[in-house]
C-alpha cells in the first residue's frame, strides 16, 4: 500500500504473569477491531473499565468496510471519534444506477436540510480503527488495551467467565462478569463454545480492486449492472480518501480466488472500465465469497456475541460495520446500568431482542440485494432486466431495482423497553427509534441537537408553558430529577431560562423551529430518550408519574425471568 501506513501498537507485557491469582475486571473483550474498540469506549465513557485483548498489534491491513452511514456516525459522535472521520472521509448523498452501457435513474439519500451529520461518507476501515485506538488510548484510566495478547480458552460460567491468554512471554488467566466477543466473522471463541451461525453462503466471488488514481468520476456511489466493460456481471465503484478509488468487480462462482487476485489479471479489468489512457495504481485487492447468516441467541451465559462474530450479511447495502455499531450502541448503556446496580441483569436480554430483530432485518435486505444482484436463473434474470428497463422511464419500478439497501437506523418497535405513546407525534418518532438531530442554541452559541443527549437518559420538554403551569411543572420535574440521579434534562423553548434553577438541566433554543417541527413537540410536551440516544417513550402533556414509569419501564423493572432468561443471564427470582 502506498497511501496508508499501518501503525504498530507497543506491546506490554501483562502485570498478570508476575502474579499467581487470577485477575477479575468487570468486562473483558476480545478484539480491537471497531466492534471491539466501540464497546470499550462506549463502557469507559459511562464509568466503566474494561480490558481489550486482540491477537494483532496493528489496525486490518486494506480498506474492508468503507461506507459508513448517518446513523452510525451519529453514534461515533457520542463516543468521540466522528470529526475525525467527517474531516477526513469522502461525503456523498448522490447515487447511479446504470444497466448495460447507458444510465437508468439517480437518488439522493438525504434531502432534508438542518442535521450534522451528512447521508454517507467513504473511509477506509484502517482509519476508523485507528481513529477509535486514539480515543482508547484517551480513556486509558478505563480502557486497558493488550496488544499481541491471544485467548486461548474461554469457560463460560453461569456467573463469571475465566479468560486464558497467551502472549511471547508466557499465559495467564482473567476473570470477567462479563465476556464481549469481538472477534469477527471467523469467531474462535464462538467456536471454543460450541457454538454457531446459521444461514446462507452465496455461490459467487468478487473482486475488491482499491486503486489509486485522478479521476473525472463524481462523488457518487455509482453501480453497473452488465456493463459493456464486464459483460454479464455488475460492477461497484465508490471513491475513498487519498485519491483511492474502491472497484467491486462480480466474477462469477467458477472464478480462481488466487489468480484473481494476481495483478496481471486485475489491471485489465480496471483498465477496461476506466479507459486506456487512464493511468492508476493498485493499492490493494481482495476476492471474497460472502454470508448472510447469525447466531440464534447473541447471549451465552455471560458472553456476549457483537458484530461479524454474531453476525454477516453480503457488503451490498453497507450493513456490516453499520450494523455492527448499531449493535454496540444497543449492548453499551444496558450493561453500565446492571454492573452499576441501576437495572437488574434482565435488561440484557433485551440485547437480543432488539438486536435480533435488526440483525433479521440486516440479512433479509442484504440477501434480497444478492438476489437480484446475481439471479441464478432464467426467470430471476429476466425479471431484473425488465425492472431496469422500466425504473429508466417509471418511477415505480427504481422501487424493485435492488442495488444494495442502503444500512438505515434500526427501529425498535417491538422493544419490551418501549413506554407511553401519545397519539399526535410524528410516525418516524415513536418508542424504540433513534432521535434526530436539528440544530439549536445552547447559551447563545449555535449546537446540534444530538450533541446534548446520549450516554445517560434525557428527559426532554417543550418548555413553552404559560405561567399558571410554569411553577407545577417546574416543581414536577425538580421531584423526578432529585428521585432519578440517573435522569437528565433538556428544555426547549424560546425562552427556557426559567428553568435555569433545575440540576442536570441543559437549555436549548429552537433557533429554527426544526426540533418543534421534527418532534411534534408543544408547550407541556416531551420526550424520554435513552442513553444510545432511542426514544423510550413520549407524551402530549407530561406528568412526573409518567415519566417516572417510563424510565422504569426502559430499566426493565417490569420484565420477569423466562426460561431463555435465565438460561443466559441467571437471574434469581
Not at 442536570?504 to 433557533?511: G, K, N, Q, V
Amino acid at each position: 500500500m502506498t497511501t496508508y501506513k499501518n501503525p504498530i501498537y507497543p506491546y506490554r507485557r501483562p502485570a498478570e504473569l508476575d502474579v499467581d491469582i487470577t485477575h477479575h475486571c468487570p468486562v473483558i473483550i476480545v478484539g480491537a477491531g471497531p466492534s471491539g474498540l466501540a464497546a470499550a469506549i462506549d463502557l469507559a465513557l459511562q464509568g466503566i473499565k474494561s480490558i481489550v485483548l486482540d491477537d494483532n498489534n496493528t489496525v486490518s491491513v486494506g480498506s474492508r468496510a468503507i461506507c459508513f452511514s448517518k446513523r452510525t456516525l451519529e453514534i461515533l459522535d457520542r463516543l468521540g471519534t466522528a470529526q475525525k472521520m467527517l474531516d477526513k472521509g469522502v461525503t456523498w448523498q448522490q447515487g447511479r444506477v446504470f444497466f448495460q452501457d447507458r444510465e437508468v435513474y439517480s437518488f439522493n439519500l438525504l434531502p432534508e436540510e438542518g442535521h450534522r451529520i451528512p447521508a454517507f461518507i467513504n473511509l477506509q476501515q484502517y482509519y476508523l480503527e485507528e481513529y477509535l485506538v486514539d480515543r482508547a488510548m484517551e480513556l486509558s484510566d478505563y480502557i486497558d488495551l493488550r496488544w499481541q495478547n491471544k485467548v486461548s480458552h474461554v469457560d463460560s460460567l453461569p456467573r463469571q467467565s475465566l479468560v486464558d491468554v497467551g502472549t511471547k512471554d508466557g499465559f495467564y488467566q482473567l476473570s470477567c462478569d462479563y465476556l464481549l466477543v469481538a472477534d469477527g466473522a471467523n469467531s474462535k471463541i464462538r467456536g471454543m463454545l460450541g457454538l454457531e451461525c446459521k444461514g446462507q453462503v452465496f455461490q459467487d466471488h468478487f473482486l475488491i480492486a482499491d486503486v489509486v488514481m485522478k479521476a473525472e468520476f463524481p462523488t457518487e456511489r455509482w453501480f453497473w449492472f452488465d456493463p459493456p466493460f464486464h459483460p454479464n456481471q455488475s460492477v461497484l465503484l465508490h471513491k475513498q480518501p487519498d485519491n483511492v478509488w474502491r472497484i467491486d468487480f462480480q466474477l462469477g462462482w467458477d472464478a480462481d480466488p488466487e489468480e484473481e487476485k494476481k495483478e496481471e489479471n486485475i489491471r485489465p479489468r480496471v483498465q477496461a472500465m476506466l479507459g486506456e489512457d487512464v493511468e492508476f495504481e493498485l493499492e490493494w485487492a481482495s476476492v471474497y465469497t460472502f454470508r448472510c447468516r447469525m447466531m440464534d441467541n447473541f447471549i451465552h451465559h455471560r458472553v456476549f456475541f457483537v458484530g461479524d462474530a454474531a453476525h454477516q450479511v453480503s457488503p451490498f447495502g453497507a450493513r456490516g460495520a453499520n450494523g455492527a455499531l448499531q449493535s454496540v450502541d444497543n449492548l453499551g448503556w444496558k450493561l453500565a446500568r446492571v454492573l452499576k446496580g441501576e437495572a437488574s441483569s434482565l435488561l440484557l436480554e433485551t440485547y437480543n431482542t432488539e438486536r435480533l430483530h435488526g440483525a433479521k432485518e440486516n440479512l433479509l435486505n442484504s440477501t434480497r440485494a444478492t438476489d437480484f444482484i446475481t439471479p441464478k436463473s432464467r426467470i430471476s434474470r429476466l425479471f431484473r432486466d425488465t425492472a431496469l428497463e422500466l425504473a429508466e422511464q417509471h418511477p415505480f419500478a427504481r422501487t424493485l431495482v435492488n442495488s444494495g439497501r442502503l444500512s438505515q437506523p434500526c427501529h425498535y418497535y417491538e422493544s419490551p423497553l418501549n413506554g407511553a405513546d401519545d397519539m399526535g407525534f410524528p410516525d418516524d418518532l415513536c418508542p424504540g427509534s433513534p432521535a434526530k438531530d436539528a440544530p439549536v442554541k445552547r447559551d447563545g452559541m449555535e449546537a446540534w441537537l444530538l450533541n446534548q443527549i446520549g450516554n445517560r437518559f434525557v428527559l426532554m420538554i417543550d418548555g413553552r408553558v404559560d405561567s399558571a403551569r410554569y411553577q407545577s411543572l417546574l416543581a414536577e420535574l425538580s421531584e423526578l430529577l432529585t428521585r432519578h440521579i440517573e435522569l437528565d434534562l433538556v428544555i426547549i423553548g424560546p425562552s427556557p431560562h426559567f428553568f435555569s434553577q433545575l440540576p442536570r438541566c441543559t437549555l436549548l433554543e429552537d433557533s429554527d423551529g426544526l426540533v418543534s417541527e421534527r418532534y411534534g413537540l408543544t408547550g407541556d410536551g416531551g420526550y424520554l430518550l435513552r442513553p444510545d440516544q432511542h426514544v423510550a417513550a413520549r407524551w402530549k402533556k407530561f406528568t412526573a408519574q409518567s415519566a417516572n414509569d417510563a424510565l422504569d419501564r426502559a430499566l426493565g423493572k417490569h420484565l420477569t425471568a423466562n426460561a431463555n432468561v435465565k438460561e443466559n443471564c441467571h437471574v434469581t427470582t
